[in-house]
C-alpha cells in the first residue's frame, strides 16, 4: 500500500510538511512509502479534501476532480471558497452550502478557471476561506497519481482525524467514488465504509439525508432564449423558469450577459434561486447547462462529434432518496434525422459506459425531432421511456416549437426514474401527463407570476418548456 501521511489546516494553525525518502518508514504492509509529516498537532478542519483524481481516465483532463466533505453537524458556508494547485487558484465556490454530513466534487470541466490542472508527477492542492485563510491541504506524489482514472483518498474516508491519503483501490474494488463514500454508498447514510476504521468516519452514523426534505421533484428542458442573440437577456425565458419553478432544469443555448463566472450565476439566482447549484459548458457558441436545487455530486461534458458550437452536459445530482440523479442536457442538430440518429447512439453508449445502472437519468433538451417515431427516439428508447403518454398543454397539444406544430422538445427518463412520476400541479392546474407550458394559453397566469401572457411568442423565442414531474 502507498500513502501520504496526513496534513490539515485551519486558519489558526501552521503546519509545516517534511518530504521523506521512500526508506524513510514503512506502512503496515512493511513496504517503503513517501509520507508528508506533521511537525505540529493538526487540528480538524470544518471541510476537508477527502478525494483527489490527478490522473484522469484516458487523456481528457477534464475529469479530474476533487472531493470536499463536510464531516461536522452543521452546514457550512463556501461561497468564495477556492481550490488551488501549486500554480494558481482554479476554482472559486459561487453561493454554496454544504450541508452536514455530506460531500460536493469539483471537476477540471465544472472548474470555474476552466481546468484542475493536477499535476500526475505531483501538486498540492488547498482549499481556502474567502478571506484567505488556509482551511485544508495535501501535497501528493506520483505515487499516488501513476494510474489512470485510480484517485487517492482519506483514510478513514471522510473523518477529521485521518492520518494518511491512501490509493482508493487500497479502500475499495472502486477505482473512484467522486460524491461517494469509498464503497460508493452515500455520503450521510447509515452504510458502513468498506476499508475504513470502525467508529472513526464522521457522518457514517448521521442516518439522514442532509437534503431538502421534500421528495418531489420537478424536471424541466428549456430553450427558452428569445431576441436577437440567442440568450436569455431579455428576460422572457427567465419569467418563465420563474413562474414554473423547476428543482432539474436542463438548460439550451445558456448564454447571458457576458457569459462570466458572475453573469451566470446572476441568472441562476434571478431564474431559479440563490441555493441552486449549476453545471455549464464554457467556450462555445451557444453551451448546454444543468441547474438544480440539489447538490450536484460531479459534472462535465461528453463530446458531441457531429457538432462544434454545443456539446452534451451532465450532471450527477443528489436528489432526495437512496438513488443519484444523472441529468444531461442535449441540443440535437437540425441539419438531418440521420444527423440526429448518430447523436443519439453516441450518448446511449456514453450513458451505458458511465451510469451506475442503479442511478436515475433523465435527458432533457431541444432535439429539433419533427415526429415522436424519429430515428432518435428509438434510439433513446433503447434505456429510457419514450412512449405516451406525453406532456401537454392545457388544450392536449404535445407540440412544443414556437408555432406549436413540431416535437422539438422532452424530457425523457430511465424507467427506473419514471416508476416514481406524478401529475404535474401548478396552483389549480393539475396535468396528469406533464406540462407542455406556452404563455399564451396557460390559465391562469397568476398561478406561474411573473410570467406575462406574451412572453412564449416573444421575439424570436425558441421554445414551449417541458415540465415532468417525480416523488422520490
Not at 521512500?22 to 506502512?27: E, L, P, Q, Y
Not at 511537525?39 to 479530474?64: F, K, Q, R, W, Y
Not at 488547498?126 to 484567505?132: A, C, V
Not at 451532465?314 to 438531418?336: C, E, F, K, M, Y
Amino acid at each position: 500500500m502507498k500513502r501520504i501521511l496526513l496534513a490539515s489546516s485551519v486558519p489558526a494553525l501552521v503546519v509545516a510538511l517534511i518530504a521523506c525518502g521512500s526508506g524513510a518508514s514503512t506502512d503496515d504492509d512493511g513496504q517503503g512509502m513517501n509520507s508528508l509529516v506533521v511537525t505540529s498537532a493538526p487540528l480538524p478542519a470544518a471541510i476537508l479534501i477527502n478525494e483527489v483524481l490527478a490522473n484522469e481516465p484516458g487523456s481528457d483532463a477534464s475529469g479530474e476532480f476533487i472531493e470536499l466533505v463536510n464531516p461536522g453537524a452543521t452546514d457550512v458556508d463556501i461561497t468564495g471558497y477556492t481550490l488551488s494547485d501549486a500554480v494558481q487558484v482554479r476554482h472559486t465556490f459561487p453561493s454554496t452550502v454544504l450541508p452536514a454530513g455530506r460531500a460536493l466534487v469539483v471537476t477540471g470541466a465544472g472548474a470555474s478557471t476552466g481546468a484542475l490542472s493536477l499535476s500526475n508527477s505531483g501538486d498540492t492542492v488547498t482549499l481556502k476561506t474567502s478571506s484567505g485563510a488556509s482551511v485544508d491541504a495535501v501535497t501528493y506524489t506520483s505515487t499516488l497519481s501513476s494510474t489512470d482514472g485510480v484517485s487517492f483518498n482519506r483514510k478513514p474516508d471522510g473523518a477529521s482525524n485521518a492520518t494518511a491519503y491512501v490509493l482508493h483501490t487500497d479502500l475499495s474494488t472502486l477505482s473512484s467514488s467522486p460524491g461517494k463514500r469509498v464503497d460508493g454508498t452515500d455520503f450521510g447514510s447509515t452504510a458502513g465504509d468498506a476499508g475504513t476504521d470502525a467508529g472513526s468516519d464522521a457522518g457514517t452514523d448521521a442516518g439522514t439525508d442532509a437534503g431538502p426534505a421534500s421528495g418531489h421533484v420537478r424536471i424541466m428542458a428549456g430553450n427558452l432564449t428569445s431576441g436577437n442573440n440567442q440568450s436569455y437577456d431579455p428576460g422572457d425565458g427567465i419569467r418563465i423558469f420563474q413562474g414554473l419553478k423547476p428543482d432539474v432544469a436542463m438548460i439550451q443555448e445558456f448564454n447571458f450577459g457576458a457569459g462570466d463566472d458572475a453573469a451566470i450565476r446572476s441568472f441562476v439566482d434571478t431564474a431559479f434561486g440563490t441555493g441552486y447549484s449549476v453545471q455549464r459548458q464554457t467556450g462555445v457558441q451557444i453551451p448546454n447547462g444543468v441547474v438544480s436545487r440539489f447538490p450536484i455530486l460531479q459534472g462535465g461534458t461528453w463530446d458531441d462529434t457531429q457538432v462544434t458550437n454545443r456539446d452534451f452536459v451532465w450532471a450527477r445530482i443528489d436528489v432526495p432518496g437512496p438513488n443519484d440523479l444523472w441529468a444531461i442536457s442535449v441540443h440535437l442538430l437540425t441539419s438531418s434525422a440521420s444527423v440526429r440518429n448518430t447523436e443519439a447512439s453516441a450518448l446511449v453508449a456514453l450513458i451505458r459506459q458511465n451510469v451506475p445502472s442503479t442511478d436515475f437519468v433523465a435527458i432533457g433538451g431541444d432535439f429539433n425531432t419533427g415526429t415522436r417515431t424519429e430515428a432518435a427516439i428509438t434510439t433513446f428508447g433503447q434505456i429510457l421511456d419514450v412512449g405516451a403518454p406525453f406532456p401537454a398543454d392545457q388544450s392536449g397539444n404535445q407540440n412544443t416549437n414556437e408555432s406549436r406544430a413540431k416535437p422539438y422538445d422532452w424530457v425523457l427518463v430511465s424507467s427506473l426514474l419514471d416508476a416514481h412520476r406524478v401529475p404535474t400541479v401548478i396552483g389549480s392546474v393539475t396535468l396528469a401527463d406533464g406540462l407542455v407550458f406556452d404563455s399564451r394559453v396557460f390559465t391562469p397566469l397568476s398561478a406561474v407570476s411573473p410570467v406575462r401572457s406574451g412572453d412564449s411568442s416573444s421575439l424570436n423565442m425558441q421554445h414551449m418548456g417541458v415540465v415532468k414531474d417525480f416523488e422520490l
